[in-house]
């Protein structure tokens, strides 16, 4: 078996990967097999042992698989059947097995796998970046439209109320819209902070997988199919 390590960080908590005692290392054997990551597989060409080009479809169903619905089911089930995830909490390693009958196919099939994963990770992480951009922007417009109106009403009470030291009430009535302008001023502040650091999230491009060494055919074949597992940790953030 040939074994790959890599890390996982950055954009990978916006995804699911890495996010602080959510136990994401068990989330693999789904992401893994989805179809969103499965689905572009199985019509893609690999190189096998033989330094033939097959399809993945008629490796898996045989050479007169045409690309059916029906067929496509099957083949995203037997390439399902085909991975094994396991995953280690207290290390955080997560190992991923591809058994298939060649061993080139196997690596090849490991690596775009794994491709797949962090090209969907990394897209998935623009977006919630740029969601969060979008709301925290929409908010920040109606926080200064309120700091706006809260400061207006302060200036038209102070116009018109030029002594109020005799007055209780005056006093209350100043002192609450000091307060409500004050409350406004924090969150339009605390908004802006978001909002920087939103820009910054949504201006990265890291890659979510670092990969270190890329998965190779195995040695030696297994009693049955052949299987090339691939090895990687995830970093906390």
Do not use: C, W
Request: aromatic fraction near 4%.
């Amino acid at each position: 078996q040939g074994r790959v390590p890599f890390d996982l960080g950055g954009l990978g908590s916006l995804a699911g990967l890495r996010l602080t005692g959510s136990g994401s290392v068990d989330l693999y054997p789904a992401i893994f097999r989805s179809n969103t990551v499965l689905g572009p597989i199985i019509s893609m060409s690999y190189q096998t042992g033989d330094s033939t080009e097959v399809i993945l479809m008629n490796a898996l169903l045989g050479e007169n698989a045409t690309a059916s619905e029906d067929n496509v089911l099957r083949a995203l089930a037997k390439l399902r059947r085909a991975i094994s995830v396991t995953s280690d909490r207290k290390s955080d390693v997560v190992t991923m097995t591809v058994t298939l009958p060649d061993r080139m196919l196997s690596a090849n099939v490991a690596n775009t796998i794994l491709k797949e994963a962090e090209q969907y990770h990394q897209e998935s992480a623009s977006s919630q970046a740029s969601l969060q951009r979008i709301f925290i922007e929409s908010r920040l417009a109606d926080v200064q439209s309120e700091l706006s109106g809260a400061e207006d009403s302060l200036f038209r009470f102070r116009e018109q109320n030029r002594e109020i030291s005799n007055s209780p009430l005056l006093q209350l009535e100043y002192e609450r819209l000091t307060r409500n302008v004050a409350i406004q001023e924090a969150v339009y502040t605390e908004l802006r902070k978001q909002m920087e650091m939103a820009k910054v999230e949504e201006s990265k491009n890291l890659p979510v997988l670092r990969i270190l060494d890329k998965a190779v055919p195995p040695l030696r074949p297994s009693s049955g199919p052949v299987k090339t597992a691939l090895t990687f940790l995830l970093l906390g953030t």
